[in-house]
């Protein structure tokens, strides 16, 4: 079965911790990309990666770090930095060069206290 | 920025009956659309896609209409099922990034009422 996996579904973590969500893919796909969704509102980009060893800021890459060392892995972390770290957390790959559809994992819930 | 707009955040259509979501974009020179479906708690899953040079494509119950001289794009979901419940997410594609990021409207949430 092809796809994208994110662990864990559930993540609870307190103030001042640094916390790192999973993303994994399948799919032989070039480009991923991480996204935040906070409720009532649509998907705002963090960071995202064309292509193994590169990745670039997206809109709001302020407190997230990120590394993409395998093709098929690109783990996410959330630093004490960030200021609202809570929300719903969405990992998607793409073909790349042409291929512009988008394939999303299941997300993370992340509960900051 | 660009954004991607929705008219209405919500929607309430009897099952059975046909629905519309609406879409309203910025950017004149985007050249790629796509429908999104997002269940409660769930990652957003594919609809149905359009390229800028195309007016309308049509999927299993579903089609999708780009006027680009009005920047409006739409979906229309024919004979709701309570499955359709969810909401829908439109995205854009800007030309000439150099890469393929989207950029997503807010949503219409779609509910059916048996």
């Known amino acids: 079965d092809g796809g994208i996996t994110q662990s864990p579904k559930y993540l609870f973590r307190k103030e001042g911790q640094n916390v790192t969500l999973s993303c994994e893919q399948n799919l032989n796909h070039d480009a991923m990309y991480w996204y935040r969704q906070d409720p009532g509102q649509g998907l705002r980009l963090i960071y995202y990666s064309q292509i193994v060893n590169d990745f670039q800021k997206g809109d709001i890459a302020e407190g997230y770090s990120v590394s993409r060392e395998k093709k098929e892995s690109f783990p996410l972390t959330v630093t004490s930095a960030q200021k609202n770290p809570t929300a719903f957390y969405l990992c998607?790959?793409?073909?790349?060069?042409?291929?512009?559809?988008?394939?999303f994992g299941p997300g993370t819930r992340l509960t900051v206290t | 920025g660009e954004s991607v707009g929705l008219h209405l955040p919500t929607l309430s259509v009897q099952e059975g009956d046909n629905s519309i979501i609406n879409c309203a974009y910025s950017?004149?020179?985007?050249?790629?659309f796509i429908w999104y479906k997002q269940e409660s708690g769930k990652g957003p899953q594919f609809i149905i896609d359009i390229r800028s040079n195309m007016d309308k494509r049509q999927g299993q119950r579903v089609t999708v209409l780009l006027n680009k001289t009005v920047k409006h794009l739409s979906l229309q979901i024919a004979a709701t099922q309570p499955g359709d419940s969810a909401v829908y997410f439109c995205?854009?594609?800007?030309?000439?990034?150099?890469?393929?990021?989207?950029?997503f409207g807010t949503g219409t949430r779609l509910t059916i009422i048996p």
């Open positions: 950017n004149s020179a985007s050249d790629y």
């Open positions: 998607a790959s793409s073909r790349g060069t042409g291929g512009f559809e988008q394939y």
């Open positions: 995205a854009e594609k800007p030309p000439n990034f150099g890469n393929e990021k989207l950029t």
